[in-house]
């Protein structure tokens, strides 16, 4: 089907801009403060099980999708639906006050969050692609209409943190992502008719599962990306689910601004990264990502009972987010995309992110839950009492990173030249 900038109005790159950004707005409003909301009310010990949902419903979700989008119903259609029940599910949060149908408060709690992200996490793919279908030049075009996506994420950031007192301890960020979902479902269903690309079709059951996929295994680079990709993602689920816990205990309010210091680095860094892979190469970036990763552990740790000093570190390793970001995962999806052959390289995307947005993330926040149970079991992560915990729990995290590190530079032997502006 050919693209034309015209389908359903004159303005479907405004209308583009405006869907990414409230996606993101809709995720921003929460992810960061959630875990200091459910300190606040008595569910603490599920933080990290909270941090578990949106991998497990990674995990989950896109073979669904798979089936349903590709065959069945048109694009926009799927999206108003799930951005609009997710919505749903955001206002009723806050009301989840005690035991529900037999569950305790936090379960019950972790249950909504779960059906949340089973509606949130497939727009994220559902998205890009709409767009790229719909941008007469898609790839010139679509990193300025996912830019506003960024943008959405920081200013739902500086509205919790600015316009309302301890924002993050409220209900109030349930209640902003519960509206963009709202607006974003009505939104969707005034973008152009993106009907299924499938529709008749058999189901492609070796597509689902990623079959063609796993035999690029057989080329060891791909595989010790794979392998260190999945296993750097285990201790990444600290960052998100513990670091606005002590950023509390350091006595800091607003955790949404300070937080999105990274996020603003990550928008930078978007533009340099051609630069940065023509002079640098895929094996360098990704080295340096995820020696980022460490250092960010490491500043996390010695930060966290060195009071004002401390806490300047601990901004220098937000700030470190563009390249631990960047250099890390934007960097492997090229390294996917140009070390694959054309006919699996969707099999081979879907496999990257299953085992690092999903099965690794997922793994963290058990592994992170338990192991912060452990070390913080007789302090509240919240409080300055727990200051000198946090190194003892920061530091194991820096050192399984290191290992990683150090076998993806002494097994990936694949530099993944970039020419040109990036791409093949």
Aim: include cysteine; charged fraction near 10%.
């Amino acid at each position: 089907m050919a693209k034309q900038e015209g389908a359903g109005g004159g303005n479907i790159i405004l209308k583009l801009s405006a869907m990414l950004f409230l996606q993101f707005f809709m995720w921003g409003a929460w992810y960061l403060s959630v875990g200091v909301y459910m300190n606040a009310h008595g569910m603490d010990k599920n933080v990290a099980m909270a941090y578990g949902a949106g991998p497990l419903s990674a995990i989950v979700t896109p073979i669904l999708m798979g089936l349903i989008v590709d065959r069945f119903f048109n694009m926009e259609k799927v999206l108003a639906a799930l951005f609009f029940i997710g919505g749903l599910v955001m206002f009723a949060m806050p009301h989840i006050t005690g035991p529900v149908f037999g569950m305790s408060q936090g379960v019950a709690f972790i249950v909504l969050i779960f059906i949340h992200m089973l509606c949130y996490m497939p727009t994220l793919g559902l998205t890009a692609s709409l767009s790229f279908h719909h941008l007469p030049e898609g790839s010139i075009q679509f990193p300025r209409v996912r830019m506003w996506g960024t943008i959405g994420w920081i200013i739902a950031g500086f509205v919790l943190a600015f316009c309302f007192h301890e924002g993050n301890k409220s209900a109030v960020q349930f209640y902003l992502a519960g509206g963009a979902g709202v607006l974003l479902g009505l939104l969707c269903l005034s973008l152009p008719a993106t009907p299924a690309p499938k529709k008749g079709q058999p189901v492609d059951t070796r597509s689902l599962l990623f079959m063609d996929a796993w035999a690029q295994m057989k080329n060891p680079s791909f595989l010790v990306f794979i392998l260190c990709s999945f296993l750097v993602c285990i201790p990444l689920a600290a960052y998100y689910s513990m670091l606005q816990l002590q950023l509390v205990a350091m006595g800091v309010v607003k955790t949404t601004a300070l937080q999105n210091i990274g996020t603003f680095f990550e928008a930078g860094m978007m533009f340099a990264m051609a630069w940065f892979l023509r002079k640098l190469g895929v094996k360098k970036l990704i080295f340096i990502g995820i020696a980022a990763w460490i250092t960010r552990y490491v500043l996390f740790a010695i930060g966290a009972p060195m009071g004002s000093f401390g806490l300047a570190l601990v901004t220098i390793g937000i700030a470190l987010h563009g390249v631990c970001y960047d250099f890390f995962f934007v960097t492997g999806q090229i390294y996917v995309d140009n070390s694959t052959p054309s006919n699996v390289r969707g099999q081979c995307q879907g496999m990257n992110i299953l085992f690092t947005q999903g099965i690794g993330m997922w793994i963290g926040a058990m592994v992170i839950s338990k192991f912060s149970a452990t070390v913080f079991a007789n302090v509240d992560k919240g409080t300055a009492a727990s200051l000198g915990q946090w190194p003892t729990f920061w530091w194991p995290l820096a050192g399984f990173a290191a290992i990683v590190m150090v076998v993806f530079l002494l097994f990936f032997k694949d530099e993944g030249k970039i020419e040109g502006n990036g791409g093949h």
